[in-house]
């Protein structure tokens, strides 16, 4: 928990930083909130809740012995557990509509459930931590989510690629090679180039009903190579034809030219291959891949351009960023960036010498209590050995010892335990070595 509480301080330093606001969403939905926001595979994976109650009073014995499940499911099921935060989060704002002031910037780091089978990088449960801004059409939003998911893997040590496509430009490509009404298809397909390869993709898409000769097409596409600006120049040719994909290349254009004037950690690209197969993503659509740890994305985002209409609110464009804890937690276990990271909250152990002492070490506690410094006075007088590998257990980096010989001449022993440092002060000289100097040994 103190590892996985340095990802979300982290995460949540750089919200906070960039103006966003907490909010939360209870773990259960309405499942009409749900369904049909996440493509075919979204719905299978979503976790239902069974009514209470007489939840079989309104089937018929019929409907059971045709074990048509995703039927059967609406039916027995009012509820399920949230899939992600995104879609809760279009419900509130349509919801507090008249609370709140667009645009509206809030992050929420909250667990969600699928029903996945449990693999390396992928759980039935895990945490995300979203941030989302809504009400405003302007790129900068996404510029400005760039920049966080640059500063918070900057700031853990993670070397990452942040990959950017626009589905503006996938539809432009589905119109492309006369498959304009199979864009689902299409992009849950490509998605997957980078773990199946273009091969394995291409008889996806046979598979699925396109066309040989909209494969065939498409293809070349898929391969093209370059920087980005020869990237955009090509497809701009391609898709002149276009007005959507268009439009999604002159968003690129201005997007990678904000990208361009800043000084970033993290390697940006662009990559035509990158659908990410949520439905509700109509514009920039943002990936961010570890590059020393084969895993899946570690934070991914988008523009959703009507997702509160649904709810019955039209119009109210939004974008947003999301990062997956456990995954962070993953790689930073994998490349052992948690060194700094201490297996205890402790800053400060005050030995306990015995009864007649304890006056004296509960002055010391005190003083480091209103010092706001995080520190614990071992509860029994048992050998100094015990507690000095109690210490060291917990990687607590400072020890202070008041005996007999301290106490009479008012003084402290302070050790300093990753080095073995030990120096003994006065109280006055600690109550400005506590101040002044303390938080630097921790």
């Known amino acids: 928990m103190l590892k996985r509480d340095y990802i979300f301080d982290t995460i949540k330093r750089i919200f906070r930083l960039y103006g966003y606001n ?6 259960m939905e309405n499942l009409p909130t749900l369904i049909g926001k996440y493509g075919e595979e979204g719905d299978r994976l979503l976790f239902k809740i069974l009514d209470s109650g007489d939840f079989l009073s309104g089937i018929s014995d019929d409907e059971l012995s045709a074990r048509e499940q995703n039927r059967l499911a609406l039916k027995l099921c009012s509820k399920g557990l949230r899939y992600d935060l995104t879609v809760p989060f279009a419900r509130y704002v349509v ?3 008249n609370e709140i002031t667009f645009p509206f910037k809030r992050y929420q780091i909250q667990p969600v459930w699928r029903a996945d089978r449990p693999q390396k990088g992928r759980y039935r449960e895990f945490f995300q931590c979203d941030a989302d801004v809504i009400g405003s059409d302007s790129l900068l939003n996404e510029y400005e989510l760039i920049r966080i998911a640059d500063d918070i893997f900057a700031r853990l040590g ?6 950017i496509n626009n589905r503006k430009v ?4 589905a119109g492309f090679i006369g498959e304009a009404d199979r864009l ?3 992009t849950i397909a490509i998605d997957k180039i980078d773990k199946r390869g273009l091969d394995d993709v291409k008889e996806e898409l046979l598979s699925k009903g396109i066309s040989g000769s909209a494969v065939e097409k498409l293809e070349p596409v898929l391969k093209l190579a370059g920087n980005t600006g020869r990237k955009l120049d090509e497809l701009e040719r391609i898709l002149s034809g276009q007005k959507t994909g268009m439009k999604g290349i002159e968003e690129l254009r201005t997007l990678f030219d904000y990208v361009g004037g800043a000084p970033l950690w993290s390697d940006v690209e662009f990559d035509l291959t990158l659908a990410r197969g949520l439905n509700y993503y109509t514009g920039a659509i943002i990936e961010v891949k570890a590059r020393d740890v084969a895993i899946g994305s570690i934070g991914g985002g988008g523009r959703y351009d009507n997702l509160t209409g649904v709810f019955g609110l039209e119009g109210i464009s939004g974008v947003g960023i999301s990062f997956g804890a456990d995954r962070i937690y993953d790689v930073l276990e994998q490349l052992n960036l948690f060194g700094n990271v201490s297996s205890s909250g402790t800053q400060v152990l005050i030995l306990n010498f015995g009864q007649n002492e304890t006056a004296y070490a509960l002055k010391i506690f005190d003083l480091l209590k209103k010092s706001e410094i995080r520190s614990e006075l071992y509860p029994d007088p048992v050998k100094l050995k ?19 010989e301290e106490i009479k001449n008012n003084q402290v022993t302070v050790k300093i335990m990753s080095t073995g440092e030990q120096s003994s002060m006065s109280s006055g000289d600690f109550e400005s070595f506590v101040a002044n100097d303390l938080k630097e040994k921790i």
């Open 95 to 97: 919801q507090h509509r």
């Open 386 to 404: 015990k507690q000095m590998a109690y210490a060291d257990s917990n990687k607590i980096p400072v020890v202070v010892m008041a005996g007999v």
């Open 22 to 27: 907490p909010i939360e969403t209870p773990a």
């Open 170 to 173: 996938l539809s432009g490509l």
């Open 158 to 163: 993670i070397a990452t690629v942040i990959k």
């Open 184 to 186: 689902t298809d299409i």
